[in-house]
């Protein structure tokens, strides 16, 4: 199938993301000129204003190309994209942040990775040639490494970056694979992950730069990592 009979939901959750959400959308447009897409936006309650500026944007450029979808409060990563899977018209999904971690520039190349492949996903990984970090200290970049190596080699996943959210999947993957996932937080896309190898789809790799967020606070933290850790555990239980 070829890209002008795809459509691309892009699923970007958010919460506090007022100063970044306009510059996002703008990036998507920008590098997704000649493609079928939507924008998902599952806000969970931000008191900041972000869902002011989402209406602002769908005055823009259209209630059909950007949808918001808010829920009450905060529930999690894992049901948000649920949630936005919900709402998706399009063949394939895709998850991203949108605190600008995950730069739309790559797009392009995920889109083509999976017409050249065939695959059922496509997962941007900092830990390839060309791929990599920036605006992180020393030791967030060895406790990110040594998550992965960690996992790598009590999980054998087949593939490289396992904590990365930068991801396209076949809506009908994501479905199969997020219907089976229990862990919530930072191990949850761990988990998508390892089931999606374990149950033998497809999955390729595009090398990106992870950027550390340009506006408001990093959520990850000393219980994220406590969380982390216990989700290696129960992976290596059950799967």
């Given at each position: 199938m070829d890209a002008e009979k795809n459509k691309y939901s892009i699923i970007v959750p958010t919460y506090n993301e007022r100063l970044n959400i306009a510059l996002i959308v703008y990036l998507i447009f920008k590098h997704l000129r000649d493609?079928?897409?939507?924008?998902?936006?599952?806000?969970?309650?931000?008191?900041d204003g972000t869902q002011e500026i989402v209406k602002q944007?769908?005055?823009?450029?259209g209630e059909d190309r950007i949808l918001l979808r808010p829920r009450a409060k905060k529930l999690g990563l894992g049901t948000a994209y649920i949630h936005g899977l919900k709402h998706a018209s399009g063949?394939?999904?895709v998850i991203m942040d949108a605190d600008l971690s995950h730069h739309p520039k790559y797009l392009p190349s995920f889109i083509k990775k999976q017409l050249e492949t065939g695959a059922s996903i496509v997962t941007g990984t900092r830990y390839v040639t060309g791929g990599g970090v920036h605006g992180w200290n020393l030791m967030r970049k060895l406790t990110s490494r040594g998550a992965n190596v960690l996992a790598q080699t009590l999980l054998w996943p087949g593939v490289s970056d396992l904590t990365g959210s930068f991801r396209l999947y076949k809506k009908s993957v994501l479905e199969d694979v997020i219907s089976s996932c229990v862990s919530k937080g930072y191990v949850f896309q761990m988990e998508m992950i390892v089931r999606a190898s374990r149950k033998g789809y497809h999955i390729e790799e595009v090398p990106i730069t992870f950027v550390d967020r340009v506006f408001g606070s990093s959520k990850l933290g000393g219980s994220e990592i406590v969380e982390y850790l216990k989700g290696l555990i129960y992976l290596m239980v059950t799967t």
């Open positions: 493609v079928d897409f939507e924008i998902i936006v599952v806000d969970d309650g931000s008191p944007l769908q005055k823009l450029y063949n394939f999904v």
